[in-house]
């Protein structure tokens, strides 16, 4: 009996009705068989006088518990076609208890009394038929969709005969007029090769000897990963040999990425740089970030970011009691603040327009909301751009994060984390030594505050807002060339997500001015990167799409570090955060400095700026501008604090303006 849009809500809801009665009825008649078959083979088919006369009262409360059983346990209301496991779990669990009744009032009541076996019987009887029609059902819809196979259904293998292949090729089987036809298995773990799974066996590994020989022996089109936990290395061994042999390859989402309970068969996609780059998933202590985060007020700056939109993703999912959001773009923060309450409509969210730099509106927010932990992710990040701008760089990713963490202070915050960068490390840009001299006032700012202040570390992640792989992308959809910097040039990746939770983590792990260091991996060479998501669009590098190189732009470097190369680590209770140890600047160096270096960025004098830069950043290697003598990217350092002294004074009311960022003790 099928329901149809074009009857009136009437007529469908009297078809339902019938339906379930038909249903019930079907049920009574199964018992009652079941009943009458456990009596029958008790007495070999001639039941007694006194047991004959016990039957019937027996089997009409035994059926009476059971449709009350079945009808709480919503047995009735499901579809036989989709009976599963966990309705089979259902429906013993229903047939149990009313037998257990039943049995014990027999026990009681001697009018009720029948042989122990007979209530065996029956129990077992109707598991096997109540259940057993349901499967039968179930296996006939299957065999009947399954079995049709379209004339331009692609012959497919599946690698991965686990939990995720098994889940996929359900939900293939049951699609009517499927347009995959699915050939086999293939998996590494060699005491699975000759099983089936559904009635589709395991071929051998998945390795190149394999697939050369099943591609055209099976004339295979399309290769589906089922191993959603497998690293990025495995996956791209497995595209690479499929490439080889000009067979096409899609996968499964990640564990993360079905967390939202979405079906296999709808999220098959195409293979994604990320999943070639893909490392083992990230292992949270959620305890510990549960801890640091549960029911407190999270503030979340540069949060129509990449990095800070998806902290904010992440906070929500530990139960903060507010969230709060603060950007300068207006835009970007309206798209955040609507996907996150769509995703948590039960939570706290303010979404607060500001810029950092701004002290009466940070102020402000921290005075009315007084946020527990700070997650400080706003910052200018363009190396190029920070290049030709950078008292730009400094009025934000310095004196921003400056105020930002002074109200952390003056307001009581617990914690505040900022987001650095592997650019930090021996810079060669603006932007990475605004970055480092951010860390110095973080450091310098833990020494005297209770609150705890913690910087974390991290190189490039994948598909940010303006990174490397969104403009390969345009450049491959508008048919190249793809331009790279340097045929050498080197970075280390990691996913949003991942950087995102290891933030976190660090930030519960963090007892006051540590620099968290993230494992980053083996950093990946661009012009494979380019090379890979050329491949991944369909086309071939220097043939249908060409790679040019460009000369490396101002301030970038072939080689980006982690560490300082006076500095050492520690290890963490995580496996993929370490700390760097790297003797701190004297708080009252760091307070003069930064009264100098705002003084030169009043000036608009670039060269100047570069100079106390350079003197901050010791180890910083920047291009000088202007009449600098001749000597290149690693000339400008300022050789003595006189030379500091030489550059214009702070103005005695900018000063003033504000108490020192810490005191003049040592950190």
């Known amino acids: 009996m099928q329901y149809s849009p074009h009857m009136s809500a009437e007529a469908n809801a009297a078809r339902a009705l019938m339906r379930r009665v038909v249903v019930i009825g079907y049920h009574l008649l199964l018992w009652a068989f079941a009943f009458q078959l456990a009596m029958a083979l008790r007495f070999d088919g001639d039941v007694p006088h006194p047991w004959n006369s016990r039957r019937w009262p027996v089997l009409g409360i035994l059926v009476t518990l059971r449709l009350i059983a079945f009808y709480r346990s919503g047995l009735f209301h499901g579809l036989w076609r989709y009976a599963g496991m966990p309705e089979l779990k259902s429906l013993a669990?229903?047939?149990?208890?009313?037998?257990?009744?039943?049995?014990?009032?027999?026990?009681?009541?001697?009018?009720?009394?029948?042989?122990?076996?007979?209530?065996?019987?029956?129990?077992?009887?109707?598991?096997?038929?109540?259940?057993?029609?349901?499967?039968?059902?179930?296996?006939?819809?299957?065999?009947?969709?399954?079995?049709?196979?379209?004339?331009?259904?692609?012959?497919?293998?599946?690698?991965?005969?686990?939990?995720?292949?098994?889940?996929?090729?359900?939900?293939?089987?049951?699609?009517?007029?499927?347009?995959?036809?699915?050939?086999?298995?293939?998996?590494?773990?060699?005491?699975?090769?000759?099983?089936?799974?559904?009635?589709?066996?395991?071929?051998?590994?998945?390795?190149?000897?394999?697939?050369?020989?099943?591609?055209?022996?099976?004339?295979?089109?399309?290769?589906?990963?089922?191993?959603?936990?497998?690293?990025?290395?495995?996956?791209?061994?497995?595209?690479?040999?499929?490439?080889?042999?000009?067979?096409?390859?899609?996968?499964?989402?990640?564990?993360?990425?079905?967390?939202?309970?979405?079906?296999?068969?709808?999220?098959?996609?195409?293979?994604?740089?990320?999943?070639?780059?893909?490392?083992?998933?990230?292992?949270?202590?959620?305890?510990?970030?549960?801890?640091?985060?549960?029911?407190?007020?999270?503030?979340?700056?540069?949060?129509?970011?990449?990095?800070?939109?998806?902290?904010?993703?992440?906070?929500?999912?530990?139960?903060?009691?507010?969230?709060?959001l603060f950007d300068h773009n207006e835009n970007g923060l309206f798209h955040v603040e609507r996907e996150l309450r769509a995703l948590f409509p039960d939570a706290e969210i303010n979404a607060l327009i500001g810029d950092m730099t701004d002290r009466l509106r940070v102020e402000a927010v921290f005075r009315t909301f007084r946020p527990a932990v700070v997650f400080h992710a706003a910052a200018h990040k363009h190396v190029p751009m920070m290049e030709f701008n950078p008292a730009e760089a400094v009025k934000n990713n310095v004196f921003g994060t400056q105020l930002v963490a002074d109200a952390a202070h003056d307001f009581g915050a617990r914690a505040f984390v900022m987001v650095s960068t592997d650019k930090a490390v021996n810079p060669t840009s603006i932007m990475g030594a605004t970055k480092r001299i951010a860390e110095m006032i973080i450091q310098a700012r833990a020494g005297t505050s209770p609150t705890r202040y913690v910087a974390v570390r991290f190189g490039n992640v994948l598909g940010s807002a303006g990174s490397v792989v969104p403009i390969f992308r345009e450049q491959i959809a508008r048919g190249g060339p793809v331009t790279v910097t340097h045929p050498e040039m080197r970075r280390y990746f990691m996913t949003i997500p991942e950087a995102a939770q290891l933030v976190l983590q660090a930030g519960a792990l963090g007892k006051g001015g540590e620099i968290f260091v993230l494992d980053m991996g083996e950093p990946v060479k661009i012009v494979d990167l380019a090379r890979d998501l050329i491949e991944l669009s369909g086309l071939r590098p220097d043939v249908d799409i060409n790679i040019e190189f460009t000369g490396m732009r101002p301030g970038e470097k072939l080689f980006e570090e982690l560490l300082h190369n006076e500095e050492t680590f520690d290890t963490t209770p995580h496996p993929k955060i370490v700390v760097g140890r790297f003797q701190r600047t004297p708080a009252d160096i760091v307070n003069k400095d930064l009264g100098t270096l705002r003084a030169v960025a009043l000036t608009g004098d670039e060269e100047a700026l570069r100079r106390i830069i350079a003197h901050m950043v010791p180890e910083a290697k920047l291009t000088m501008t202007g009449t600098l003598p001749p000597g290149g990217p690693s000339a400008p350092k300022l050789a003595s604090s006189e030379a500091v002294e030489s550059l214009p004074a702070v103005e005695e009311q900018e000063a003033h303006q504000r108490p020192s960022l810490v005191s003049a003790q040592p950190a």
């Open 93 to 324: 669990l229903a047939s149990t208890l009313p037998t257990l009744v039943v049995f014990s009032l027999g026990l009681m009541t001697n009018s009720l009394r029948m042989p122990r076996t007979t209530y065996l019987g029956e129990w077992l009887a109707s598991i096997v038929l109540v259940g057993g029609s349901r499967f039968v059902i179930r296996i006939l819809r299957e065999r009947r969709t399954g079995g049709k196979r379209r004339a331009d259904a692609l012959s497919t293998l599946i690698v991965g005969a686990g939990d995720a292949g098994d889940s996929l090729l359900r939900d293939m089987q049951r699609h009517p007029d499927s347009k995959w036809a699915i050939e086999g298995f293939l998996d590494d773990n060699l005491g699975k090769t000759g099983a089936l799974v559904r009635d589709i066996r395991v071929l051998g590994p998945a390795d190149e000897a394999t697939l050369s020989r099943l591609i055209p022996d099976l004339d295979i089109k399309l290769v589906v990963l089922a191993i959603p936990t497998a690293d990025g290395a495995r996956l791209r061994q497995i595209v690479e040999i499929c490439r080889k042999f000009g067979v096409q390859t899609k996968t499964m989402p990640s564990l993360a990425d079905r967390i939202e309970g979405q079906l296999p068969l709808a999220t098959l996609r195409e293979i994604a740089i990320e999943d070639l780059l893909r490392r083992a998933p990230v292992q949270l202590d959620t305890e510990q970030v549960g801890e640091f985060l549960e029911g407190r007020t999270i503030l979340v700056t540069g949060a129509a970011g990449s990095i800070g939109s998806e902290l904010a993703r992440q906070v929500l999912r530990f139960g903060p009691g507010r969230l709060l």
